[in-house]
Antibody, heavy 118, light 115 residues
Framework: EVQLVESGGGLVQPGGSLRLSCAAS????????MNWVRQAPGKGLEWVSY????????YYADSVKGRFTISRDNAKNSLYLQMNSLRDEDTAVYYC???????????WGQGTLVTVSS | QPVLTQPTSLSASPGASARFTCTLR?????????IYWYQQKPGSLPRYLLR?????????GSGVPSRFSGSKDASTNAGLLLISGLQSEDEADYYC?????????FGGGTKLTVL
């Protein structure tokens, strides 16, 4: 059974940093691309970042470019999102989502809530 | 102007059909893109429904009933999600998405009320 479990969310002040993790199991993690997608409270889905299976290709949404860094450790079956210079508008539930190359997100984690507030 | 525009809400009766639109910004040709559709019920994770580019390039999500289908309207530059035989369990938010300029772009979502 495919499982994606996010962790690392919490309350942080504007300008602060946070590192999210996503632990994957039930599939060959190193064969799949991964993404971070967020959803602000009561709002729609917003894609954040993409990383290919080998980490050779990385993309970011304009809204986070230069502030967030996606990475993965295939030996640990883990995906990460380093978030710096956080803003109020980054408040959201952050989901890790699996995709096969650049195609649909087929599995989602339960999400971790990041709240940016003073 | 957003890349993808969806109506905020849609309502329909049980047993009827619902037609969701996802309009691409002027200058972005709907014929070029695969349109992906996701369903999100309250308190649940998004679920992949299907993708549609053309009748020869389409995919139904795993376990998604055939009463969910995709198409396009070139005249309005829109991707379409059609749900026939509406059931109360179809009440949810529906999002379209495309891979555009090396980013995933989601529409703002349409809330379907089945009443």
């Amino acid at each position: 059974e495919v499982q994606l479990v996010e962790s690392g969310g919490g309350l942080v002040q504007p300008g602060g940093s946070l590192r999210l993790s996503c632990a994957a199991s039930g599939f060959t993690f190193s064969s799949y691309s991964m993404n971070w997608v967020r959803q602000a409270p009561g709002k729609g889905l917003e894609w954040v970042s993409y990383i290919s299976s080998s980490s050779s290709t990385i993309y970011y949404a304009d809204s986070v470019k230069g502030r967030f860094t996606i990475s993965r450790d295939n030996a640990k079956n883990s995906l990460y999102l380093q978030m710096n210079s956080l803003r109020d508008e980054d408040t959201a539930v952050y989901y890790c989502a699996r995709s096969e190359l650049v195609t649909n997100f087929d599995y989602w984690g339960q999400g971790t809530l990041v709240t940016v507030s003073s | 102007q957003p890349v993808l525009t969806q109506p905020t809400s849609l309502s329909a009766s049980p047993g009827a059909s619902a037609r969701f639109t996802c309009t691409l910004r002027s200058g972005i040709n709907v014929g070029t893109y695969r349109i992906y559709w996701y369903q999100q019920k309250p308190g649940s994770l998004p679920r992949y429904l299907l993708r549609y580019k053309s009748d020869s390039d389409k995919q139904q999500g795993s376990g998604v009933p055939s009463r969910f289908s995709g198409s396009k309207d070139a005249s309005t530059n829109a991707g379409l999600l059609l749900i026939s035989g509406l059931q109360s369990e179809d009440e949810a938010d529906y999002y379209c998405a495309i891979w555009y300029s090396s980013t995933w772009v989601f529409g703002g979502g349409t809330k379907l009320t089945v009443l």
